[in-house]
């Protein structure tokens, strides 16, 4: 068979695949939607005021620091190779008491903790890439040991006990309001606009798809898989620590495993919005309703007083049923 006949069965198999899996996930997006609205009502009942403007503004304020984290997830999910970063809380943490301790309370010091956040979570992903790309390393064992890496690495720096504060500016970030609507809740819109034009009309963001798509078809249209790949988990990683940096605007002050709880929650937001872990299909739009979901069901879980340990047995059995269905789906 020819490279161009090889290009054409190739292309024909990744779009019949594309439009299944994409019907398949709107309808999973829409139903996360859904069932957030019925944890509402659901709340409402058993709890009267649990779904009023007040608290549904709160439940979103803390569904945007996990669908801002979820991001660093879901970009590594839509690459492809079955790929989970179990990074992602550590990166946030590191990111969190490195701002912490750069910022030490004032205005002036925020864009530099910016910079350094960034460039920091850019490099270590990386690292992670670097691993799972020209190394072969699976996925989940490079960035499990990352996270070991990383939370070391945390220790270090801070000597055990986290110094400094978020400035006031970033602190009008995690708690302010504007008529109403939290600062990060207006935050989490624009990077949701920003994140559907760069996925749908970038290049980079069509190469993203294509990777996570097919990558022999990727590969065969000249893009340099490897890099990209790697290139996607710095992103992860530099988001996640600027996540870490979202969470200090919310509780003004760090400490060293701030991020840990996010790791988990970051991979059921992201499935349950309907993207595809064998990669490729979904939208940031998805991991927002899965970020909803997920905190409006912590929310009724903590206003039926169940403890943290209920909680994160409700999560473990989540994802253990959206892994199953993921096997059946892939074995059919």
Known sequence: MSTSQLRTNEARTAGLTLRKVKSLGNHKVLIAYLLALLIFVAGQIISPGFGEFSNIMNVLNISALLGFIALAQMLV???????IDLSVGAMASLGAVMSSQIIGG????????????????????????LGISYFKVPPLVMTLAMASVIQGGALVYTNGQPKGMASPLLKELGTGRTAGIPHL??????IAVIVAVFLLRTKWGKVL??????QLTTELSGVRTKVVRTVVYGASGAISAIGGM?????????????????????????????ISLAGGLGSYNGTVAGAILLTSLSSILITMNITEGG???????????????YGRQKMN
């Open 209 to 214: 798809y294509g990777l996570g798509t097919n």
């Open 246 to 274: 979202l969470l200090l605007s919310y509780t003004g002050t760090a400490f060293l495993d701030i991020g840990a709880t996010y790791m988990l929650p970051t991979v059921i937001a992201v499935v349950i919005g309907g």
């Open 311 to 325: 909680r994160q047995i409700v999560y473990g059995v989540i994802l253990l049923l959206l892994l199953i269905a």
């Open 185 to 190: 809740v207006l935050l989490w819109i624009v």
């Open 77 to 83: 999910v839509m690459s492809g190779g079955e790929g």
């Open 106 to 129: 004032l205005d002036g010091n925020l864009p530099l903790a910016v910079i350094v956040v960034l460039l920091i979570g850019f490099l270590i992903g990386c690292v992670s890439g």
